[in-house]
């Protein structure tokens, strides 16, 4: 087993070295910068938001980012409001070109799938499924405007996709109830494969979906309990958090444990692993939160050598209200990008007194030559000091 070195600085912007997929893979970055992007209680959106949902953060390698709240769809700040943005608690699409997919409700009352181009300004409805007297779940997209989601055909749960350039909507795994059972999670990358949980039949796990419509099993040690937490990068790999204390990554050679807290990398860093999805990216890095052995909360990426630290529960933040320290860490981690880049949504206690909820950052990798050295200087001394 190697040495698990932890990296823990605010901004510094150096990069160190590491295990990663895919050509051109460089090791974790050793900082990020929180930036506040939203707020619950927040003046300036037409409507003061109560809450934001934690379980929808999306973002892209653009910059561009997206989540719920109890008032509609956020998109890179603007508040988009109305019947059909009023979304179920279920995850956000969001493409590399900056189209948004999400499950909403039409005016009827029945699910539907919607989605708004960020650069065209506009969207809408698309599709009420092959079904739509049942709900449709966690729909995702990828760059071709191709959306999996998860719903139900004949009274079962499958796996849905609906073409965006052609209108056409079709449902590419078909459940039964007995050797064939879907999960709600299903996830579409750019290379157009789809995986998702089938819990029936005699391969029992994760499943990718190829273009050709041929089916791969992806292999997860685990007994499953948590059938929905996973996620797929572009090169058909999955981060998967299949029982409650152990992260897996599939690779073309076989499944690779990321991080266990009671054994395996991490083990001595990590009292318990949040029940969630981690999520993974095209350099092979994976995001996830954890309970620390101080019982503090803590955000991670992991390349499966290094560990290193994206928000950390006492860490100094910035708000729009003032400097506080984060309180705990909410959002779920299903949004990283390939630059390592994610949503971070917190709630606050100011330095001034006073605690703020739901404040949302965007944890960004510095550029090389970033001027605030002085300052990272000092908080990161002042992080390691706690």
């Given at each position: ?23 051109g893979a460089q090791g974790l970055p ?149 050797t064939v059972r879907i999960g709600e ?202």
């Amino acid at each position: 087993m190697p040495m698990h070195r932890v990296v823990m600085c605010l901004f510094a912007g150096a990069i160190t070295a590491g295990a990663a997929e895919g050509a051109g893979a460089q090791g974790l970055p050793e900082s990020w910068s929180l930036q506040q992007v939203a707020r619950a209680g927040q003046s300036g959106l037409p409507h003061r938001l109560r809450f934001i949902k934690y379980e929808t953060p999306a973002v892209n390698d653009r910059g561009d980012w997206a989540i719920a709240t109890d008032l509609g769809l956020l998109v890179n700040g603007t508040l988009l409001s109305g019947p059909q943005y009023n979304l179920p608690d279920s995850s956000v699409g969001l493409s590399e070109r900056g189209v948004v997919a999400w499950a909403g409700s039409v005016s009827t009352g029945d699910g539907g799938i919607f989605t708004y181009d960020i650069d065209a300004g506009s969207g809408g409805w698309v599709t009420n499924g092959p079904d739509e007297r049942f709900s449709k779940r966690n729909p995702t997209i990828n760059s071709d405007g191709l959306i999996a989601y998860g719903g139900a055909s004949q009274g079962f749960d499958s796996v849905n996709l609906h073409d965006l350039a052609s209108g056409e909507s079709r449902v590419a795994v078909q459940g039964n109830g007995s050797t064939v059972r879907i999960g709600e999670r299903v996830v579409v990358n750019d290379a157009g494969q789809v995986a998702y949980y089938d819990a029936g039949g005699s391969q029992r796990g994760m499943q990718r979906l190829e273009p050709d419509g041929s089916t791969t099993f992806m292999y997860v040690p685990g007994n499953w309990s948590n059938r929905e937490w996973f996620w797929m990068n572009d090169n058909g790999h999955v981060a998967a958090l299949p029982d409650q204390d152990q992260i897996w990554r599939t690779t073309d050679d076989g499944p690779e444990l990321m991080v266990g807290s009671f054994s395996g990398p991490g083990s001595q860093l990590f009292r318990s692993l949040e029940l969630e999805p981690p999520s993974i990216n095209n350099q092979g890095w994976v995001s996830f939160r954890a309970e620390l052995e101080d019982r503090s909360d803590s955000l991670f990426l992991t390349d499966g050598d290094d560990f290193a630290a994206v928000a950390l529960e006492g860490d100094l933040v910035r708000t729009d209200l003032g400097w506080g320290r984060i309180d705990s860490i909410n959002a779920i981690p299903t949004n990283l990008n390939n630059r390592g880049e994610l949503l971070v949504l917190a709630d606050v206690r100011l330095l001034g007194g006073g605690h703020v909820n739901d404040v949302l950052f965007f944890a960004t990798v510095p550029s090389p030559g970033w001027t605030g050295l002085a300052l990272a200087t000092l908080l990161t001394a002042e992080r390691r000091r706690r």
